[in-house]
């Protein structure tokens, strides 16, 4: 016989309220403030590629959009290429369009309210993460300690200058709660909603998450699967309408995104990524002694908006050599020492609950993964459709802070229903141990050889583990006093979230300062910009402003974007595999490209300008039909 739940609200039990979610809301938005206070209220500004490509893409596209008009070419980088086909844009992202409203009479847009956008959906993240770890019945202060955990990893913060994996992460939460509502209550209505905000968190442009955002999906869905067909929960029309609920997300999420698909993927197949071998593909692979980090995040080093850091990022791979500077933001995952010693516990008592069981394995895959071509998940997942056109595996370490950040709040609340069992007590020693020891390590010098700390960072390096040790006293002290009934679990455990907001503060809010305003970066004198700019359609030409040999640029890469100049340069990660002429001689390239003005490098006198030249072709409309 068939069976079908008897109540389609089982999963989501009505909660006795302990604080009303307006404060909480409160709360996240007073959290966000504090930790981008410098970006939003002291001058300070976004950097590397949020100047070098957030800025003036979403400049183009603001300034384009104000007017009425969609921009499907950008006239002004590499002689001209598709526009909102280049999916990083994420011209359809609603978001994005909004920023259409803070254009000024110049063109330029405001880079304040893009910093805001950005830093909005921190906020975003933080409610969406909450309501989905209330969903899964943890606590209210324990889904904070989560939301709070997830939505300022370094994952998060470490990629604000790459916004469009922040606009996926935080939608990621809501995405997951309707999901999973809709798989325990049977309900096509919640798997609509699922796939809806899937659908939009896609258009803001980042693949490679929508890939690992799949993945999440499909491995829930399996166990999901062998889970009730395990306990025979379900059966016959219940089974098929569950399985119709479960791929309803991923059908309705890929039709949102074929307006932005179609494009991009004809773009992709033209640009120089279209081909990546596999040794490309494992570059930003997490070392293995990296791991270490998620008890002292900066163990390595670090780098920031300043470049001016007292210990630089000084990581090698197993062949003792350097590696490049990003891959400090590339390969990091900090979620704070709170959350991972709560994750551990939860992970000790929770293993065997459907959902805390999933969690493990979404710890255990994302990290096995993000080692890359230290690991062998990669390199099997580089065969399969996808997977291999992208860089960085290290980014699959989401699964990982899904996992420790809601296996926290879980952890939370068993510590604070069963803190005077003596068999608890010891599985909380044991999640206590692992961090305890590391920071331990780290603090008296003792891995400095085996890690390969240079000698003048070493006392740095040092005080890193001191901090972590402390944090972990800190943690463990509240619960000695929790134990000891001299705090109750709500004073406790706002005293956790605050530790765990500090911790993630100091430890990352620095990283997104620069004292560089993007818009200063881009200003141009005003007889240079009116020189360069074509008056009418009957004089078009382009400027060159990049010199090779010697190297020097006289402009910002994509200055063409925000001063309407038409150049043969550019910045854009998917440039064409066919930018310049087939031709040797770099005269006659730049006269085919239509190029007036050229850099002009005096190397004996040390000096450099603009040539106008008088041999350029004009402009050429090329007629297929």
Request: aromatic letters at 16%; hydrophobic letters at 50%.
């Amino acid at each position: 016989m068939s069976k079908t739940p008897n109540n389609k609200n089982q999963f989501v039990k009505k909660p006795i309220v302990d604080i009303n979610n307006w404060y909480i809301v409160g709360l996240f938005a007073l959290i966000t403030i504090i930790f981008f206070w410098n970006n939003l209220f002291g001058g300070m500004f976004f950097w590397e590629d949020f100047v070098e490509y957030v800025y003036p893409t979403q400049t183009l596209a603001a300034r384009e959009f104000s007017k009425g008009v969609i921009p499907f070419w950008n006239h002004f980088s590499f002689s001209g290429m598709p526009f909102i086909a280049d999916l990083q844009v994420g011209f359809f992202y609603p978001f994005n369009r909004i920023l259409s409203l803070f254009v000024d009479g110049d063109g330029m847009l405001s880079v304040w309210w893009l910093q805001f956008i950005i830093i909005l959906h921190f906020f975003i993240a933080q409610i969406n993460a909450y309501f989905l770890a209330r969903t899964l019945k943890i606590s209210q202060i324990g889904s904070i300690i989560s939301a709070v955990s997830y939505s300022f990893s370094f994952l998060m913060v470490l990629h604000v200058i790459h916004p469009m994996i922040i606009e996926h992460l935080a939608w990621f939460p809501l995405v997951l709660m309707f999901f999973i509502r809709g798989i325990e209550e049977n309900r096509l209505r919640w798997a609509k909603y699922s796939g809806l905000i899937l659908g939009m968190s896609m258009l803001s442009g980042h693949p490679q998450m929508t890939l690992f955002q799949y993945l999440f999906l499909g491995f829930l869905s399996i166990w999901h699967l062998v889970f009730v067909l395990k306990n025979k929960s379900l059966e016959g029309k219940f089974l098929m309408k569950n399985i119709a609920v479960m791929i309803i997300p991923f059908a309705l999420s890929a039709g949102i995104f074929m307006i932005q698909y179609l494009p991009s993927q004809e773009l992709a197949k033209m640009s120089q990524r279209a081909e990546m071998n596999y040794e490309k593909s494992a570059e930003g692979s997490m070392e293995v002694k990296q791991i270490l980090t998620a008890v002292s995040p900066k163990i390595f080093g670090y780098t920031d908006g300043s470049r001016d850091v007292k210990v630089p990022f000084f990581l090698t791979n197993t062949k003792n050599e350097p590696q490049p500077y990003y891959y400090y933001w590339e390969t990091g995952f900090y979620f704070g020492i709170t959350a991972l010693i709560l994750g551990l516990f939860g992970a000790i008592i929770g293993f065997k609950n459907k959902y805390g069981g999933f969690f493990i394995f979404a710890i255990l895959f994302g990290i096995i993964y993000s080692l890359g071509s230290n690991g062998f998940i990669h390199q099997i997942f580089y065969n399969l459709p996808l997977f291999g056109q992208f860089r960085n595996p290290a980014r699959m370490m989401l699964f990982a802070i899904i996992g420790f950040s809601f296996l926290s709040g879980i952890g939370f609340d068993y510590l604070k229903e069963n803190i005077k069992n003596p068999a608890v007590l010891k599985k909380i020693i044991g999640a206590f141990s692992i961090p305890l020891l590391l920071a331990v390590l780290i603090s008296i010098g003792f891995l400095n050889n085996a890690l390969s700390i240079p000698d003048p960072l070493v006392s740095d390096v040092q005080g890193y583990g001191a901090i972590s040790l402390f944090i972990i006293l800190l943690v463990a002290g509240l619960m000695i006093a929790l134990q000891k009934g001299m705090i109750n679990y709500q004073i406790a455990g706002l005293a956790l979230v605050l530790v765990l907001v500090v911790d993630l503060t100091s430890a990352g809010s620095g990283f997104n300062q620069s004292e560089s305003n993007p818009a200063d970066e881009y200003t141009l004198p005003s007889d240079l910009k009116s020189t360069f700019q074509a008056k009418n359609k009957n004089n078009l030409f382009r400027v060159n402003t990049r010199s090779y040999n010697p190297p020097y640029m006289a402009m910002k890469r994509n200055q063409g974007m925000i001063s309407e100049i038409h150049l043969i340069e550019g910045y854009n990660p998917l440039v064409l595999q066919r930018v310049n002429p087939a031709v040797n001689d770099v005269n006659t390239i730049l006269d085919l490209q239509n190029t007036r003005y050229r850099i002009n490098i005096d190397q004996q006198a040390g000096q450099a300008g603009f040539a106008e030249s008088n041999s350029y072709f004009p402009r050429a409309w090329m007629v297929y039909k």
